[in-house]
């Protein structure tokens, strides 16, 4: 690599690294200040817009679609196993904290995402074989799950038809850290691997 190639990946990860400052910087204030609270609409907004900034830019930067390929496929899936912690909406609800339908649907949801990402994960870094289908498929839940939860968590704000539980809790911190900056660094993480799988498919086809 040449000293200009190695100035300018240097500065593309400080652009990057700033930009991801910014933006938890800017999730704990606005969580902080009450504005989740107050403006419902707010939350979807917080949740996509970095997801949205990133598919523009790998779509825009070949540099930074490089670098998505090249990152291990089983790193990015078996931090999904995270997700387990998703039972602790479970717990919230027992407590009254978060209305069942939300908390059933997304600490359910997360909780099988993670046990798929858990078998898929170890295959893929112990260098067994996993198909694309499989993959793709677990992708594809994984990612449906997030838009069910935010969806009902969106719907069941105090305003909308949230009753006397809601999901307002989850505008407030530390919960609002969940779909402000887990939930999109997830579902740029399922980018990746759906773009790594196209890429795949892409070398198949053209090989003679």
């Known amino acids: 690599m040449t000293t200009l190639a190695m100035q300018n990946r240097e500065c593309r990860i400080r652009a990057w690294s700033l930009l991801v400052l910014v933006w938890i910087a800017g999730t704990v204030v606005l969580s902080a200040s009450g504005a989740l609270e107050e403006y419902d609409l707010l939350m979807p907004v917080m949740i996509l817009l970095p997801v949205a900034v990133f598919a523009v830019a790998l779509h825009r930067s070949p540099a930074l679609r490089a670098t998505a390929l090249s990152l291990d496929t089983g790193i990015l899936v078996i931090l999904h196993s995270w997700r387990v ?63 069910i939860a935010v969806s009902a968590g969106t719907a069941l704000r105090s305003a909308w038809l949230g009753g006397g539980i809601n999901t307002d809790a989850m505008a407030s911190l530390p919960l609002s850290l969940i779909p402000t900056l887990i939930v999109p660094a997830y579902v740029i993480t399922h980018l990746i691997i759906f773009l790594q799988l196209r890429n795949k498919q892409q070398v198949r086809s053209a090989a003679p």
């Open 85 to 147: 912690l998703g039972l602790g909406f479970l717990l919230l609800y027992a407590h009254d904290i978060l209305p069942g339908l939300f908390a059933w649907l997304a600490g359910v949801g997360d909780t099988l995402a993670a046990l798929g990402a858990t078998v898929i994960g170890i295959k893929l870094l112990r260098g067994d074989a996993v198909s694309a289908r499989t993959l793709k498929a677990w992708n594809s839940f994984g990612l449906l799950d997030f838009f």
